[in-house]
């Protein structure tokens, strides 16, 4: 199961990382009554991702550098640095 978690989590990572998401965004995408799947839950708690002064949620130098080390390059969408 952890490496199931960790494969979740990478997903996460990657799909916050295509541009800043709401809270609420978050918690609709993400949500699972299910104690095993709470991927964005741990990345927040291992400082995977913050929140900005927007309220919105982004990947912190940490989180970008987890992608790294999965080997994963995120796809950044054109609008990933409007407000």
Request: charged share 20%.
């Amino acid at each position: 199961m952890a490496t199931e978690a960790k494969l979740l989590t990478v997903q996460f990572l990657k799909w916050m990382a295509e541009r800043p998401r709401s809270y609420a965004e978050v918690r609709a995408a993400w949500s699972s009554t299910c104690p095993l799947n709470c991927a964005w839950e741990d990345a927040i708690t291992d400082d995977l991702v913050e929140r900005g002064a927007d309220g919105h949620l982004a990947l912190t130098a940490r989180g970008h550098a987890r992608l790294t080390e999965a080997g994963v390059a995120p796809v950044i969408s054109a609008s990933s640095s409007a407000p």
